[in-house]
């Protein structure tokens, strides 16, 4: 199958969401390819985020995203990057259908629980950022 890119963001991580969310991830056919919990630094965080560094809510996003650890990880199935994107959801959980992983487990338009990638290209970019040496399937 083809893969997507995800990071459970550290809102989620504090209020016991990994399980959770894991379980969602998994009950939707994707099989979990790798993943690490990782301590983010601003350097990296911006980085990461760097297409969004002119944007007003840039540095309070990068300060979220270094608030505490998050989860990494690869997900492999047919239409990974679409079906993934469905499956978390509107990026404001006030618009996230109900059922949808932000719906469920989102805070606010910032603490939105979960990263999925909007691409292949940057599905490939993001899992060979966090996850060295990792090649394409
Ligand atoms: P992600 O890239 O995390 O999967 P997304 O693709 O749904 O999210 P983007 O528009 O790429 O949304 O924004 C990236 C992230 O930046 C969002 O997930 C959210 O955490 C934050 N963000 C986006 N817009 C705003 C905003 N208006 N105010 C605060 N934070 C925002």
Same mark, same amino acid.
């Given at each position: 199958?083809?893969?997507?890119?995800?990071?459970? &963001?550290?809102?989620?991580?504090?209020?016991?969401? %990994?399980?959770? %969310?894991?379980?969602? =991830?998994?009950?939707?056919?994707?099989?979990?390819? *790798?993943?690490?919990?990782?301590?983010?630094?601003?350097?990296?965080?911006?980085?990461?985020?760097? =297409?969004?560094?002119?944007?007003? +809510? +840039?540095?309070?996003?990068?300060?979220?995203? #270094?608030?505490?650890?998050? #989860?990494?990880?690869?997900? @492999?199935?047919?239409?990974? #990057?679409?079906?993934?994107?469905?499956? %978390?959801?509107?990026?404001?959980?006030? &618009? *996230?259908?109900?059922?949808?992983?932000?719906?469920?487990? /989102?805070?606010? #338009?910032? /603490?939105?629980?979960?990263?999925?990638?909007?691409?292949?290209?940057?599905? @490939?970019?993001?899992?060979?950022? +966090?996850? *060295?040496?990792?090649?394409? +399937?």
């Amino acid at each position: 199958g083809t893969i997507t890119f995800t990071i459970i &963001k550290p809102g989620a991580v504090k209020n016991e969401h %990994i399980g959770p %969310i894991l379980d969602k =991830i998994s009950d939707a056919g994707f099989h979990i390819a *790798a993943m690490k919990m990782v301590q983010l630094s601003r350097s990296e965080a911006r980085s990461f985020y760097c =297409i969004h560094k002119d944007k007003p +809510f +840039f540095e309070d996003l990068v300060e979220f995203m #270094v608030s505490g650890p998050i #989860v990494a990880a690869i997900l @492999q199935k047919e239409n990974a #990057v679409d079906d993934f994107r469905k499956l %978390i959801g509107n990026t404001d959980p006030t &618009k *996230a259908e109900p059922g949808t992983i932000r719906h469920m487990f /989102a805070k606010s #338009v910032q /603490a939105n629980a979960v990263h999925g990638s909007d691409s292949d290209e940057n599905a @490939q970019k993001e899992s060979e950022y +966090f996850f *060295a040496g990792y090649e394409k +399937f």
